[in-house]
């Protein structure tokens, strides 16, 4: 089988509960980590599955900037116990 790497622009929205703001962008990054090795796994079976003769042997994320706030909901949560 041959080897092809495509880059991708990817945007995310996370949704996050916090006491504010700051504490809420501090957390972003832990969630748009690249998948593990059970994830890709998963994602090789569904496609051997769907007929699809191709191996995902890796995914890399890189976070070159700070989240921007797209939409702030001044709600109360229940984390602020």
Known sequence: MNEYVFEMQIVAAVRVHAVDENVARKVVPSVLG???????????ENNAGLGLNALVTNVDFSNGNSPALSKANKRKSKLGR
Request: net charge neutral; hydrophobic share 35%.
């Open 34 to 44: 690249s998948p593990g090795t059970a994830e890709i796994r998963m994602a090789n």
